[in-house]
């Protein structure tokens, strides 16, 4: 299963902060900005289900109002897991994995799952 759009999708290890990641401008692959269930779901494929990834949203310049790293805002639907976002003391980026969304402090270490156009 692949969506339809113009991106390539990357997994990629864990090699910063991942707050400094999200800050900072990057030239050449973007932390992933998942734009309906489609994408959602090719992203649990991709990473395996079990495991924590890092993806573009964070609530850094508001709490509780998520934004993708292009600076528009979540809007999916069903996105978020079970009691996610909790809101707890600096937990503002999100990491994606099996049952969905989850807020967790930017310093947490884990992998990231980045995209990037093609064409």
């Known amino acids: 299963m692949r969506p339809k759009h113009d991106k390539y999708h990357r997994v990629l290890q864990c090699l ?14 973007d ?16 990473s395996g289900g079990s495991e924590y990834f890092w993806i573009g949203l964070t609530d850094i310049e508001v709490e509780g109002s998520w934004k993708w790293v292009d600076g528009s805002n979540m809007t999916l639907p069903g996105f978020w897991a079970s009691g996610e976002p909790n809101g ?15 807020d ?7 992998k990231w799952i980045c995209e990037k156009n093609i064409f």
């Open 16 to 29: 910063e902060n991942t707050k400094q990641k999200i800050l900072r401008e990057r030239a050449a692959a």
């Open 31 to 46: 932390l992933i900005i998942i734009n309906n269930t489609e994408e959602q779901d090719f992203v649990k494929i991709i």
């Open 88 to 102: 707890k003391q600096n937990e503002d980026c999100a990491l994606n994995y099996s049952p969905g969304g989850a």
């Open 104 to 110: 967790f402090p930017c310093d947490y270490m884990s």
